[in-house]
């Protein structure tokens, strides 16, 4: 029989899962002396590396004395919590990682929360224990009073703990810098001793239910998930339990397992394996799969919901097709839909007789990273401001809601409350730790929209805020979301001069720079004032045959305001789009034209009166 453990590594975002995962690999041997490793080898994706985030959970396994360890690096962020909340019906214990000076935060709550409910063996792993004024034990501490906060049963409450350095690759029992010894031995050991090994019962008939999904133009899609019972060979007839109650017989064409980095083609899995399988086209997460017509579902999993949405829409500015090949609505609709295939908490759907789809998400970094991987395909679109999703429960109509935190020097705390309190906001509780506070709100999600440009304003880039899903409650009527200043939007198409940006300085910030092309409709700068202003960023200077005093002074511009694809869809209000290319991210008004924006702005305004 064989030797198994599965694992997740759950933490905070940024608390060093990826990295542990890097060491366990290197230190297991799983990797030959001359093979090329990298950091992060688990986020794959480019901008999982840029960002230094992890965005879809990861599979892989290790063999360490006779045992195989499958190990699920899970993403950080609430976003993507649903992939997590799905990963703990795979595993019997998870590998809670915590910074060594930051203590617990809002999505440590929100992991072992998930890891609680489904019951699973914990081992506390304080990362990061070589950091200047790291306190492991008082981080060991606020675990312990996070896991009684959550109502954890006495079994789960007598938790191991270790301490390490994933980055150095050092580990140890002890929470002295001085124990801590090269090599992560101390975790393996613990994970044998501490975690249970799965169910093998191989001799009934098979149960397998996927909990992750993944897409492959060879094979279609590929389930990931564990063998609860029986065994599973490659071309065995299977039968499919689906959602709504039907079943589908089908041949399993691949057979997946995990080692290292690498995906490898099996013939055949038993039960405690964690594989994938291709095969059935259209396979959804939470189905089983049962020996054939041998009908015995599993429990089905339950996915989050999506809470936010947004319109996205074939490019219709006037530099449409300049950047991207993609520009159709069909490539764009095909590309969608392809999304779906794997990511469970995406929605999408055609806005009849428009080329325009509302596309619905977990949050603004779950639709803004969909964004950004198909711009650097090479697509083209707008998309609109996010808004919310209003749910109805029990004939109410309620809005989703979120836990906050926030860490700022003391001298901004004021600001901070005065914004937060006009979003909704109420306080739950405020700590100071020398000239730091730490604020814990809970806000109405639309409340967060547009706030994190105001909050580094605000804060000078000394804050830290983050935030995770609570629950959904009645509407509160408030009108927030929308942002208070106006902006600077060009009356012309061209290219912007320096003479024209040195004049439209004076009304407030730019946003582009002289030679960069505009269009009539682009929104070009920020407005001082609460109110939108129509300037011309491509007025060239007169030229007549006076000589001028100031002819040979040269033009000293500021430096314009870089925006993110992020902070532009923070920052659009709901009369704006974003426009995406490969090459560019630019804000516009809906309506291009000046006279005819001007016009629907004024019967807007007559019927809101």
Known sequence: MKDIRNIAIIAHVDHGKTTLVDQLLKDSGTFR????????????????????????????????????????????????????????HMVDGVLLVVDALEGTMPQTRFVL??????????????????????????VVDEVLDLFLELGADESLLDFKTL??????????????????????????DT????????????????QFQPALLDYNDYVGKIGIGRIERGKIRVNDMVTCCRLDGTTKNFRIQKLYGFLGLKRLEVEEADAGDIVGIAGLPDLNVGETICTLNVIDPLPLLRIDEPTL?????????????????????????????????????LRVERIPNSESWIVSGRGELHLSILIETMRREG????????????????????????????????????AVMESLGSRGADLVAMNYEGNQVRLNYVIPSRGLLGFMTNFMTLTKGYGICNHTFKEYRPVLKLSVGERQIGVLVSTDSGQATPYAIQHIEERGTMFIEPGCEVYEGMIVGENKYDMDLSVSPVKEKNLTNQRSSSKDTTVVLK????????????????????????NNIRMRKKILDTAERKKFEARTKRVEE
Do not use: W
Not at 314 to 327: E, I, Q, V, W
Not at 559 to 570: A, I, K, N, W
């Open 191 to 206: 994970i044998l001793s501490e975690i249970p090994a799965p169910k093998m019962d191989v001799d009934s008939p098979l």
């Open 163 to 188: 301490y390490c350095s994933a980055l150095k690759g050092t580990s140890s029992y002890s929470p002295e810098i001085e124990s801590q010894t090269p090599g992560m031995d101390p975790i393996f």
């Open 379 to 414: 697509f083209e679109l707008e998309v609109s401001k996010p808004k919310v999703i209003i749910k109805e429960i029990d004939g109410q109509k309620c809005e989703p809601y979120e836990d906050v935190q926030i860490d700022c020097p003391e001298e901004f705390n004021g």
């Open 113 to 138: 929360k998930k890891a609680l409910e489904a019951h699973v063996k914990p081992i506390v792993v304080i990362n990061k224990i070589d950091r200047p004024n790291a306190d492991p034990v008082r």
């Open 559 to 582: 430096s314009p305001r870089r925006m993110t694809l992020e902070q532009c869809l923070d920052y659009i209000n709901t009369d704006e789009l974003v426009e995406i290319t490969p």
């Open 33 to 88: 002396d001359n093979e090329e490793t990298s950091d992060r080898m688990m986020d794959s994706n480019d901008i999982e590396r840029e960002r230094g985030i992890t965005i879809l959970a990861k599979t892989t396994a290790i063999n360490y004395k006779g045992t195989r360890i499958n190990i699920l690096d899970t993403p950080g962020h609430a976003d993507f919590g649903g992939e997590v909340e799905r990963i703990m």
């Open 309 to 345: 949405q947004m319109t996205f829409g074939t490019n219709s500015s006037p530099f449409a097709g300049k950047d991207g090949k993609l520009l159709t609505a069909r490539k764009i609709e095909e590309r969608l839909y392809k999304e779906t295939q794997k990511d469970v908490s």
